[in-house]
């Protein structure tokens, strides 16, 4: 009784959680491949019948024969009128066959997640992989080891290569989403935060001192190591039911 319990909670869960993406905003990624030329072009969807303002994220992570990640990130605000598609930006990269190449396009409305798309290319063991994926979002997508960057000064900015290092020497690959923001405080301060949806993990007053904000990026990175790690005991106790 309690394990049937267990998965019309888990359901219910799941049902309402997938009300949120791809439904009022519908994200798109459209490729063309030509030889080791990618052509991608972002686009979304109002799927609603209002006005909508919002923003978008759009990243690509390259993975080498060496595990070394390196990252690139644009972002910009903007508008759908009802029922009208948009193109949001095109690009171009190169692919070489030994690296992985993954594009992730987020849409967000007043900092919700509302729309996303992915795309991988040179994913090896694929299979295996979705067998060890501890996470994966209701329309299949895998948002595993994700780390968003929405910093306004260069303190915030240093803090955040100091953290996006540190997740990613520390191999984290965490199964939600990580986002790095700074927001104004008083004066010409401004605050640092950890989330982790919308959960702050840790938050501190941002200073232009490289070994404040490298201390506060490892106090940061224990607290995200365990919050992933205290998800991960959760899920395997209400499995056991």
Not at 124 to 144: A, H, N, P, S, T
Request: overall charge neutral.
């Amino acid at each position: 009784m309690r394990f049937k319990l267990a998965v019309i909670f888990l359901f219910i869960f799941q049902f309402a959680s997938s009300q949120f993406t791809n439904t009022d905003v519908i994200a798109k990624l459209k490729t063309e491949r030509i030889d080791d030329i990618i052509s991608v072009n972002a686009e979304a969807t109002n799927a609603t019948e209002v006005y909508k303002s919002l923003k978008y994220t759009f990243s690509i992570f390259r993975t080498d024969t060496t595990k070394t990640v390196s990252k690139s990130n644009q972002e910009e605000r903007f508008t759908l009128e009802a029922n009208e598609q948009k193109s949001l930006t095109n690009t171009t990269i190169g692919v070489d066959e030994k690296d992985k190449i993954v594009m992730l396009l987020l849409v967000y409305e007043e900092d919700k997640i509302v729309g996303k798309a992915r795309i991988a290319f040179n994913e090896k063991d694929q299979k295996k992989e979705k067998e060890e994926e501890e996470y994966v979002e209701d329309d299949g997508i895998v948002l595993k080891g994700i780390v968003i960057e929405e910093t306004k000064t260069k303190p915030g900015k240093d803090f955040y290569d100091f953290f996006y290092t540190s997740y990613t020497l520390n191999r984290i690959n965490g199964s939600k989403i990580v986002g790095v923001y700074e927001k104004l405080s008083f004066g010409r301060s401004t605050i640092i935060q950890v989330k982790i949806e919308d959960k702050v993990i840790h938050e501190f007053l941002g200073k232009p001192d490289i070994e404040y904000l490298e201390q506060m990026s490892k106090v940061s990175i224990r607290r995200v190591y365990k919050y992933f790690k205290d998800l991960k005991k959760q899920k395997r106790d209400i499995f056991q039911y």
